[in-house]
């Protein structure tokens, strides 16, 4: 496959190519000669221009409305035809300034609304622009991680289990390859794929055996493949157009809301169709009676509350981001506020993931294990081997090269020293032993130079152990590798010694469980002969008799901040239970350290799972009892989450390989891994951590009840306000009073209230305490018997005190135009207060600093201000009929609204709701 030749059958293609193509018909030869690539990959400049003539590789992105398209989806509304046919009928009665004024109003709702929606779609694709979707590539003979745009035709990449396919492929080379295709086929069945194959060149997509398609992913194996189409020169690339045309689905959240508001509507509508019949048989004018309700109507439905809880929540989303959360699920946001328990992976998670090897033990006799200590730290290559402080013995250090060799070899990830220190890509484990061959003095580049690999077993979370087989160079130059060949071995010591010869098992894992139980992670490395045969066909089998070279001892610190978050989690009601494939005795030495386990009562294995299968009943009672998992399989992940959801727990997961993905999918709350997961997790996953950090989930939890907190804060603002609206005219109206407000007044409050102060709310902080409130019910309604009382106790005393306000100005001989103008100065002065008592449920309005939100004391003074200039201003003035008002009046008009402050204060006091309630 080395160098480059002219290009001749397909040319590269690009997005003006169509996604028909015969790469599967070719031979591979003639595809890499075709593509003028070779297995070295392209040049760093080549691939520059090749992106230069076909483009980053990139699908079409669903569109996203501008801001005219928001604009106009303002008017979508059936309250909004209300007040266009208000306008139309002022026009037909010649009352130009109420039209002209609905209008305004009109255009500045929907600017507020296109504007917040605007805001809210700028912050999700802020979000999306953070996931990245990545590639390696071998780019000037290196292995490099691209990101997935940065892919051309000709690239060389490599695949491992759970990656998503960033561009269609033809495969060079694969083994135990399965494909899921369903996306672009709509077959749930996994694909085998062949990659040494010449098809037909008639065959369909689904039917290409030796190629890998944008947007797939691969299952299962490890892959190699040339990169044949890019971005809408792919198969997917033919539906792209179509997919990035549609609208997404309103989440669950918002639909709830919506609904919540129609409900509220209807009741609103059937209560001002009793009003507007009542004003009819008192003799008003029809005109004048119809204004007013439509009027009403649009003040006292929340309409908007979708559109502000949708902000309130890509607020939150924002403050999550800089807790190093990554929201892909807006109602994930809120969630998390019901979340009672974590099950939580420990490498990387609650550990540093810098794996190092610290400790070895070499076997002796067959039995006897001789403690070798490696020193240096994370993956800095400075370091040597001793043994209690004394130099090797020549034996020793034989034994460690013999070691450190085999697990280089056994190896797929790479390490490079450059000035700017070790530059490694690949997996943990796979590192710490390129590290440890470094410290021995192991020249990787010769052993790989001398040793040819013929075949791998790549590591699979099932299996729990990888193998390489090798020949020497010059034996296979020579021909002699044809009968045999040397298979290196690493993973689990209890899977790794059964497969060994002339040893004693049962003190060589004992050796391994002691270290396992000062915290290491271990593991065996082994090597021995077998067939050439047994070594291309990648039998498992036939590893046996083999050599076992020492028993290896990692350390993966535990962070230093999850100690503190998993206390707080337990402040918060929050249990944590630690999920892991590694050994009971390093995930309990781990828990011990962070708190959550004391002795091995409180792990399971996955074996003692597998044990209690047949009993569904006693398998409840020990996952609800175990603190740790142990040796867990991905598959029992799942199992784990189910038992946990039938005892009423509310489950968030984390996880980051392909086999995650189902109990990602099954938790109430499913997070992945930003820089270790792979594709597929992050796929399943609700919510990604940036860091890999348990850390980061707390705080996601307490941002996730802070945004909770703030959807209730304004769905009992903007209910309140319109109730109290409803019950002064309903109270007006059986007094027999005249309309107690006009309809550009309604209006006019409606937008003073809901125009700017509502918003401002989904800005407040965190109450004290938050972390330390038990988790909410999850089958809690956002709209409770806390929220109903509170609702009801603000609206009918706002609306109660406006009327009898209104009454008494008229009694004291006011102009229905005087009584007017303060009664709605009275109204809006409630809604002020009524704003600022709502940024609490349980705390007094006196212990809520004005500086855990400035947004809204300036909405709060903003809108008041509007209100007062109102009054100075020609023609506003006119319309909406008000007139400055007397300090004199503007003060005990304030006095009674600040009263509402001492009413909900005395609710707060006296309710009798438990803490946990709300």
């Not at 979000?127 to 060389?156: H, K, M, S, T, Y």
């Not at 996953?685 to 996730?704: M, P, Q, R, T």
């Not at 918003?759 to 109903?788: N, T, W, Y």
């Amino acid at each position: 496959m080395e160098g480059r030749a002219a290009a001749s059958g397909p040319q590269p293609r690009g997005p003006d190519d169509g996604a028909a193509g015969a790469w599967h018909a070719l031979p591979v030869e003639a595809v890499l000669s075709a593509l003028e690539a070779s297995d070295g990959g392209l040049t760093a400049a080549e691939a520059r221009r090749r992106r230069d003539r076909f483009g980053p590789n990139r699908l079409p992105r669903p569109r996203r409305p501008g801001v005219l398209r928001l604009y106009l989806r303002q008017f979508k509304n059936p309250l909004v035809y209300l007040l266009l046919l208000a306008t139309l009928v002022s026009l037909g009665v010649g009352e130009l300034a109420d039209a002209l004024f609905i209008f305004l109003v009109l255009q500045f709702n929907a600017a507020i609304g296109a504007l917040q929606e605007w805001k809210a779609q700028r912050s999700a694709a802020a979000l999306d622009a953070l996931i990245r979707d990545v590639a390696v590539a071998r780019r000037d003979g290196v292995w490099v991680e691209l990101d997935a745009p940065e892919l051309v035709p000709g690239d060389i990449v490599k695949l491992e289990t759970g990656a998503r396919i960033a561009a269609d492929l033809r495969l060079l080379d694969g083994q135990e390859l399965l494909a899921d295709e369903s996306l672009l086929t709509g077959e749930s069945v996994p694909v085998g794929k062949m990659p040494g194959e010449t098809l037909p060149q008639d065959l369909p997509a689904a039917e290409r055996r030796n190629q890998l398609f944008a947007g797939t992913t691969l299952l299962s194996g490890r892959a190699l493949g040339v990169v044949v189409g890019t971005g809408r020169a792919t198969e997917i690339g033919r539906i792209a157009q179509a997919l990035a045309e549609g609208e997404g689905e309103a989440p669950p959240l918002i639909r709830r809301l919506e609904h919540f508001g129609r409900v509220i509507g209807i009741a609103t509508l059937a209560m001002i169709l009793v009003l507007a019949t009542v004003q009819i048989l008192q003799g008003l004018p029809l005109i004048t009676v119809f204004l007013v309700a439509v009027a009403l109507a649009v003040a006292a439905i929340p309409e908007g509350l979708p559109v502000a809880i949708t902000v309130a929540l890509a607020i939150a989303t924002n403050r999550m981001l800089r807790r190093k959360v990554i929201v892909r699920a807006l109602p994930a946001v809120e969630g998390l506020g019901a979340c009672t328990v974590i099950a939580t992976d420990k490498t990387g998670t609650l550990t540093q993931n810098e794996l190092t090897v610290k400790r070895l033990l070499l076997i002796e006799d067959g039995a006897r294990p001789l403690r070798i200590d490696i020193s240096g730290s994370g993956y800095q290559t400075e370091g040597a081997a001793s043994r209690d402080g004394a130099p090797l013995t020549d034996a020793m250090a034989a034994g460690l090269d013999a070691l450190g060799a085999s697990a280089a070899l056994c190896n797929e990830a790479s390490l490079r020293l450059t000035d700017d220190g070790p530059v490694h890509l690949g997996d943990t484990v796979d590192v710490a032993f390129l590290v440890l061959a470094a410290k021995l003095g192991i020249d990787q580049e010769a052993l790989r130079r001398d040793q040819r690999i013929l075949a791998r077993i790549p590591y699979e979370p099932q299996q729990r152990f990888a193998a390489a087989y090798t020949a020497t160079t010059a034996a296979y130059t020579a021909g002699a590798a044809e009968d045999r060949a040397m298979a290196h071995l690493k993973g689990a010591a209890e899977v790794i010694l059964p497969r060994c010869r002339d040893i004693d098992q049962e003190q060589v894992m004992a050796a391994a469980d002691r270290l396992a139980a000062d915290g290491f992670r271990v593991l065996a490395v082994a090597r021995g002969a077998v067939s050439a045969e047994a070594a291309l066909s990648r039998d498992a089998g036939a590893l046996r008799g083999l050599e076992l070279l020492g028993i290896v001892g990692l350390i993966d610190p535990v962070r230093p901040e999850v100690p503190a978050a998993v206390a707080a989690c337990g402040g918060a009601g929050i249990s944590v239970r630690m999920v892991t494939g590694d050994h009971p005795q390093t995930a309990l030495a781990i828990a011990r350290e962070l708190g959550l386990a004391s002795d091995m009562a409180e792990v399971l294995t996955g074996r003692d799972l597998q044990s209690l299968e047949a009993t569904p009943a006693a398998f409840d009672r020990r996952v609800a009892q175990a603190r740790v998992f142990a040796r867990v399989e991905p598959i029992q992940k799942l199992a784990i989450v189910d038992s946990l959801h039938r005892a009423g727990e509310v489950v968030a997961v984390t996880g980051d390989g392909v086999n995650d993905a189902p109990a990602l999918s099954a938790a109430a709350i499913g997070v992945a891994m930003g820089r270790g997961g792979t594709d597929v997790a992050r796929g399943a996953a609700d919510l990604i951590l940036a860091d890999d950090n348990f850390a980061s989930i707390v705080g996601g939890i307490e941002e996730g009840r802070v945004a909770y907190d703030n959807v209730r804060k304004l769905i009992y603002l903007l209910i309140t306000t319109g109730l109290g609206e409803i019950v002064l005219f309903l109270l007006a109206i059986l007094a027999g009073l005249p309309v107690p407000l006009f309809a550009a007044q309604l209006l006019w409050l409606n937008l003073v209230t809901n125009g700017i102060q509502d918003v401002a709310l989904a800005f407040e902080k965190g109450e004290p305490g938050i972390l330390k409130r038990r988790p909410r019910p999850p089958s809690q309604a956002l709209f409770d018997r806390r929220m109903v009382a509170q609702v009801l106790v603000a609206g009918i005393y706002m609306g109660a005190v406006g009327f009898a306000f209104f009454f008494w100005c008229l009694e004291r001989g006011l102009s229905e135009t005087e009584a007017r103008n303060l009664l709605l100065l009275l109204m809006v002065m409630f809604e002020n207060v009524q704003a600022m008592n709502a940024r609490s449920e349980r705390r007094s309005i006196f212990r809520v600093a004005l500086s855990a939100n400035w947004f809204l004391v300036a909405a709060v003074a903003g809108a008041h201000g509007l209100h007062l200039l109102a009054g100075f201003t020609p023609g506003l003035a006119e319309v909406l009929d008000v007139r400055p008002t007397a300090l004199a009046d503007w003060a005990l008009v304030g006095g009674l609204a600040l009263s509402l402050i001492l009413v909900m204060e005395l609710y707060k006091r006296l309710a009798p709701w438990p803490e946990s309630d709300g």
